[in-house]
């Protein structure tokens, strides 16, 4: 059975400064998805990463893939007030039929002045 | 164009009372996911169809929760005799990808329904 396990589960950040979200999982994987949900909202889409060394970056977020530690990260600098939200990793079974995702617990960010 | 609809947007139901989850996907996309997020959880997996095929039910929780998509475009949810614990937001996804190794593989989700059983 495929385990996604994300930590911290909680962020307090501090405007300005750098912080890393981690993403692990179980089996092997094909496909790794990082995805933003904001309160009453639905999943916003981040990053796909889908090889080992992948890096993406997008304004003050980068992810990265090494599919041989099974493990991802969110990396957020200089952090601002618009990065507060929940923030999910999500693997899918590639070469399980449907591509279903199976996602972490979530890390909820909040970022103080 | 149209992203991935969901309607209600919001369910209160008694206990015990059935209720329907209606989702309509982007037009063309042939995959359609459903998944139920706890409070403070992260999404899970329920059902998956490709067209109208359930290929995929594993993740339904109980036989009281079915879906279908008899013409593989919308799908529709139904919880029978709800309990408390359904209460979760139900999120659709759908996506291209006519098979599992195909390119336009991702998933995208509509707004969700927030079903409260009371």
């Known amino acids: 059975e495929l385990k996604v396990e994300q930590n911290p589960l909680f962020l307090s950040m501090q405007e300005g400064k750098n912080y890393t979200i981690y993403c692990n999982y179980s089996?092997?994987?094909?496909?790794l998805y990082w995805y933003r949900q904001d309160p009453g909202k639905s999943l916003e889409s981040l990053f796909v990463?889908?090889?080992?060394?992948a890096v993406k970056q997008e304004g003050r977020l980068m992810a990265s893939l090494d599919t041989k530690a099974r493990l991802s990260t969110l990396h957020i600098t200089a952090a601002v007030h618009d990065l507060s939200a929940t923030y999910f990793c999500?693997?899918?079974?590639?070469?399980?039929?449907?591509?279903?995702?199976?996602f972490g617990g979530g890390t909820r960010v909040l970022v103080k002045p | 164009g149209a992203g991935v609809s969901q309607s209600p947007r919001y369910k209160v139901a008694k206990r015990g009372q059935d209720v329907a989850l209606r989702c309509d996907p982007i037009?063309?996309?042939?995959?359609l996911f459903w998944y139920q997020q706890a409070l403070g959880q992260g999404p899970e997996f329920l059902t998956y169809?490709?067209?109208?095929?359930?290929?995929?039910k594993s993740g339904l929780p109980s036989d009281r929760f079915f879906a279908e998509r008899p013409e593989g475009s919308v799908s529709t949810l139904k919880i029978q005799r709800t309990q408390q614990e359904d209460s979760a937001v139900y999120l659709c996804?759908?996506?291209?990808?006519?098979?599992?190794?195909?390119?336009?593989?991702?998933?995208?989700f509509g707004p969700g329904t927030r079903l409260t059983v009371t």
């Open positions: 996804a759908s996506s291209y990808s006519p098979s599992s190794g195909g390119p336009d593989y991702e998933q995208y």
């Open positions: 089996t092997t994987s094909d496909r």
């Open positions: 990463l889908l090889s080992n060394g």
């Open positions: 999500a693997v899918d079974g590639y070469k399980a039929a449907g591509n279903k995702l199976t």
């Open positions: 037009s063309g996309h042939v995959s």
């Open positions: 169809f490709q067209n109208e095929a359930q290929l995929d």
